[in-house]
């Protein structure tokens, strides 16, 4: 197994995604396996392979630099939960 | 005990496009609140970023001025963390291979002395929205207009060793972005503020001690508050035995302290990993020379040459050459007034400085243009007037009454340069002192102030004030 439990559940905290206790022991099992798969690539000599950072290989297309988005709110603003004054409200957040 | 500090700074500068840096919608700032927030900067399903060539080419613009290594090939990352004002739940940015790479620039400190900052990297991300905490029924409003503004993160080396070094850099590269118009610059609407990274360790020792980062500092003041006073408290902890804790921490300017943010420590795991929506950046050589061919004069460059060329100090160039428009003012002055740099340059960080400080103006705001003032002083130069009426024309130029000649001459300020008038008001003056003449003959030479007092007085300050000087002390010789 080459997570542990505590790493499974700080990953998990951190994507806000909820883990029963009763489902905990699987996810660890299925993960383990996913990371040990992908371990096997640690075998391979990589020495002289620049590391990949998109599949395709292509530079990026710039954009010109003009607006080209109207505003829009009202209609985006019809999916919020709770609008006011124009901001989007969300549950209180305190620094 | 013997303690030193050691200072990295993060500066964010927001770049001065029109448009944000994956999206169409306006940077303008001050619009209404989500506005300028488009489906790409709202995070919704299946938007895709669209990279903004006018932002990499601000970002190859400052790694060029800054001798860096310009990346020809560069990746954008995710910066994973949850917050209500990153809908995406990551910020775009950029992590192992940033555009800017390893440079360095040259800081004037206070005492003229110059010192070398490295600089680690400077990267483009997005800025994220705004989070205000009001009373919105309880909840938290989110402005989403500045979501996806384009930012370069320009990383120190931990070079510095005191708060005013600190502040000099970030001053040397508020000066530079604005050289490079890369970035507008303007603390308070936030297109530039930076993170300290403050530690001390003992004198000598060369690991570092444990730093703490203090958060978003937005002027010049609260920069160096913060660190004297980051840098009073860890000293504190460190001679009572204790330890510093690694952290983040906000800056108070009311209280002028700095408080633990503990919400974001658990968030400090970001789980970088190249952004699949974005292809690398690669930049071709004629791409880069083409930049470097825009690149204006850097403000070190106009220094040096304002020392060379005009004999200023290094302390007046170093004010002189503090924006670009005011370097040019003042070199429009000097070529119109064919020398007299050290003349021009006094009443440009003079008078012209105080009048602007005063009126809470610009150089490019300025009631009096380079070539008016240039022709006030031609007037001193020539004689016409005095340097104290020039102060007085000065004045009334600032406040409209013309050109500096039509004022001279609708208040007779010509100064008076005729010997004899001159001489005939000092005797009128000597008469009417006899007990001061008497007793600055007999060895009381502080009275000769006194004199040229008096003598100006009688001349509405027009007297040429060389040959008063010279005048008198034939005269009062007796």
């Known amino acids: 197994m080459s997570l542990t ?15 029963t206790e009763g489902e905990i022991g699987r996810v660890v099992e299925k993960l383990s396996s996913i990371i040990d798969f992908v371990d096997q690539l640690q075998t391979a000599n990589t020495d002289d392979v620049m590391p990949m ?19 829009q709110r009202n209609r985006y603003q019809v999916n919020a939960p709770e609008v006011e004054a124009g901001l989007y409200l969300v549950p209180k957040v305190i620094e | 005990m013997e303690w030193e500090t050691v200072i990295g700074l993060e500066i964010h500068a927001q770049l001065n496009t029109v448009s ?17 927030a488009c489906l790409v900067d709202l995070g919704y399903p299946g938007q895709l970023p669209v990279l903004n060539g006018e932002a990499v080419a601000k970002a190859v613009k400052f790694g060029l001025a800054t001798g860096s290594k310009v990346a020809r090939r560069s990746v954008f990352a995710r910066k994973n963390y949850f917050y209500p004002d990153l809908p995406k739940g990551y910020q775009i940015s950029q992590f192992e291979l940033p555009i800017v790479q390893e440079g360095k620039i040259e800081v004037v400190l206070e005492d003229g002395s110059t010192m070398l900052v490295g600089l ?25 207009n500045r ?31 604005r050289y490079l118009d890369i970035s507008d610059g303007n603390m308070q609407e936030g297109s530039f503020r930076c993170d300290a990274n403050v530690s001390v360790r003992r ?26 006073f980051e840098v009073e408290r860890q000293i504190d902890i460190l001679e009572s035995g204790g330890k510093v804790v690694q952290e983040t921490r906000l800056y108070d300017s009311v209280k002028d302290e700095t408080r633990s943010m503990r919400s974001k420590e658990e968030a400090n795991d970001y789980r970088y990993f190249p952004d699949p929506d974005l292809l690398p950046v690669v930049l071709e050589e004629g791409y880069i020379e083409d930049i470097a061919a825009t690149l204006p004069e850097l403000p070190a460059q106009k220094r040096a040459r304002f020392i060379g060329d005009f004999g200023l100090s290094a302390y007046d160039a170093g004010v002189l050459t503090a924006s670009r428009e005011l370097g040019d003012y003042y070199e429009h002055v000097v070529e119109r007034l064919g020398g007299e740099a050290k003349l021009a340059s006094n009443w440009v960080t003079g008078e012209l400085a105080g009048a602007l400080n005063r009126a809470g103006l610009d150089i490019s705001q300025s009631a009096v243009g380079p070539q008016a003032l240039a022709d006030m002083l031609g007037r001193v130069v020539d004689n016409t007037i005095s340097g104290k009426i020039a102060k007085d024309v000065f004045e009334a130029m600032w406040s409209g009454e013309g050109t500096a000649d039509e004022i001279i001459d609708a208040r007779g300020l010509k100064q008076i340069t005729d010997t004899s008038a001159i001489e005939s008001v000092i005797d009128q003056v000597m008469a009417a002192s006899p007990g001061q003449l008497a007793d600055y003959r007999s060895g009381k030479d502080k009275l000769f102030g006194y004199f040229v007092g008096q003598v100006m007085k009688a001349t509405q300050g027009k007297a040429n004030p060389a040959q008063v000087n010279e005048l008198l002390r034939q005269k009062l010789a007796g």
């Open chain 1, 53 to 71: 950072a998109h599949p395709l290989d292509m530079g990026q297309r710039l954009r010109t630099d003009e607006i080209f988005e109207a505003d």
């Open chain 2, 20 to 36: 944000k840096i994956f999206s169409g919608a306006s940077t303008a700032y001050g619009a209404e609140p989500n506005t300028q």
């Open chain 2, 203 to 228: 004198k000598g020792s060369e690991t570092f001690g444990t730093r703490s980062e203090i958060k978003n500092l937005n002027s010049f003041r609260f920069v160096e508050r913060a660190i004297n």
């Open chain 1, 5 to 19: 439990k505590q790493e499974v559940e700080s990953v998990a905290r951190l994507a806000r995604l909820e883990i």
């Open chain 2, 120 to 144: 680690t990297r400077a990267h483009l991300e997005e800025d994220a929205g705004k989070s205000l905490h009001e009373d919105f029924k309880g909840k938290t409003g989110v402005d989403l």
């Open chain 2, 147 to 177: 979501a996806g503004t384009p930012l370069l993160e320009i990383v120190s080396e931990p070079d510095m060793r005191n708060a005013k070094q600190a502040v000099a850099y970030m001053k040397t590269i508020h000066t530079l972005v």
